[in-house]
Nanobody
Framework: QIHIVESGGGSVQAGGSLRLSCVGS????????MGWFRQAPGKEREEVGS???????SIADSVKGRFTISRDHSKNTLYLQMNNLTLDDTATYYC????????????????WGQGTQVVVSS
């Protein structure tokens, strides 16, 4: 059965860093475009960024310059490096596997993880 599992969330002070990981089970991440999303309490889900099968990435303006998406094929793992975190970055972060890459964005997401929570405090 296909699973996607995120990890690496936690509590951090503003200005700190975290690296989230997303591992595929019965799913080869390199065969999909992959996206990171987040949802803060009381807010709609927001796309953080995505990476295509060829390695091209896109990042939302709200996190550009602070967040980086990468992928390690040998570990079948997707990463989200988050630096200089702010209170507004507090959210549950999800990764997802998609099957369409267009205009530098992944879409048609087929598989989703359960999420990992990030709490940024002052």
């Amino acid at each position: 059965q296909i699973h996607i599992v995120e990890s690496g969330g936690g509590s951090v002070q503003a200005g700190g860093s975290l690296r989230l990981s997303c591992v595929g089970s019965e799913l080869t991440i390199s065969n999909y475009c992959m996206g990171w999303f987040r949802q803060a309490p009381g807010k709609e889900r927001e796309e953080v960024g995505s990476i295509g099968t060829g390695g091209s990435t896109s990042i939302a303006d709200s996190v550009k310059g602070r967040f980086t998406i990468s992928r390690d094929h040998s570990k079948n793992t997707l990463y989200l490096q988050m630096n200089n975190l702010t209170l507004d970055d507090t959210a549950t972060y999800y990764c997802a596997a998609g099957v369409a890459w267009s205009r530098s964005r992944c879409s048609q997401y087929k598989f989703w993880g359960q999420g990992t929570q990030v709490v940024v405090s002052s």
